[in-house]
């Protein structure tokens, strides 16, 4: 659940957004809305961002970065705090996507976080926490779970019990049961995660000053490939690095590790462990 904490971490605002002709003969017009989307989130300027990203939808509605286009547009509209939109978003990604499992779970991440705030005050939110606590994914029952202690529903209680198990949840789980009135077990403690948790991408654009840092949790490790041009992933794959096996290589090697470099001309981007 590192997303909005994640495009905080973005570069400042400033500095030009918009690809020029060049751009549009080199990558197509498809690629270069895409760039001006990613050029407008790096500013943190959701609006325009998002705008961006529907516009490409709507004009390249058959792109195989229509679902990046989606995600992120679900992501830009959450940054900007418009959660039933957000929300909606997240869920016409899932309904496209199904294929998409790590954006799809940080994806019903993210859908919670917007539902618990607007609890009690969207129609689609409490329905939405209730229905997720069926989720295939533990960590996403938890989140719901979470999500409707706040509001003292009692349905939250035998999944915040089996969310004391998780590292991550543990301590909140105890707390929430505590709050509506049960007495919360010990949970048994897990293995120590020996293993890197989080990826750093390092974007450094030509003629710019400051470098972009981004860190992602090692679950999203297959979405590297959102940050990279067509031309750095051609070179990813021409020198025999897999994407969708990021995750599993990055588990077995220390922190400091570098994954992936990659340089197209007008960006340089590395991968590393942390």
């Not at 197509?28 to 609006?47: E, K």
């Not at 490409?56 to 830009?76: K, Q, T």
């Not at 505590?178 to 995660?193: D, M, R, T, V, Y």
Request: proline content about 6%; overall charge positive.
């Amino acid at each position: 659940m590192m997303l909005l904490a994640l495009a905080l971490l973005l570069a400042p605002a400033g500095g030009p957004v918009a690809a020029g002709p060049a751009a549009v003969d080199r990558e197509g017009a498809d690629q270069a809305l895409l760039r001006q989307a990613r050029s407008l989130r790096y500013a943190q300027r959701w609006f325009e961002a998002a705008g961006t990203y529907r516009r490409y939808l709507a004009e390249h509605p058959g792109s195989g970065r229509a679902p990046e286009a989606r995600f992120w547009l679900a992501a830009s509209l959450e940054s900007d705090q418009r959660w039933d939109e957000a929300a909606e978003a997240y869920t016409a990604f899932l309904e496209a996507h199904p294929d998409q499992r790590a954006l799809g779970r940080e994806a019903r991440l993210n859908r919670i976080r917007c539902w618990g705030i607007r609890q009690g005050q969207a129609p689609a939110a409490g329905p939405g926490l209730v229905a997720a606590l069926q989720d295939p994914v533990l960590e996403v029952q938890v989140a719901a779970a979470l999500q409707l202690a706040k509001a003292s529903d009692r349905r939250a209680v035998e999944t915040l019990k089996r969310g004391l198990s998780l590292p991550s949840a543990g301590p909140a789980c105890s707390m929430a049961l505590i709050a509506l009135g049960e007495k919360a077990p010990k949970a048994e403690p897990g293995p120590a995660a020996a293993q890197a948790r989080f990826l750093v991408i390092r974007v450094r654009e030509q003629g710019k000053p400051e470098t972009v840092n981004i860190r992602l949790a090692l679950a999203l490790a297959q979405a590297v490939g959102n940050y990279l041009s067509d031309a750095q992933l051609h070179q990813a794959a021409a020198r025999g690095i897999d994407l969708t096996t990021l995750s599993e290589r990055a588990a077995g090697l220390p922190r400091g590790s570098e994954l992936l470099s990659v340089d197209d001309g007008r960006s340089h981007v590395t991968v590393t462990v942390e």
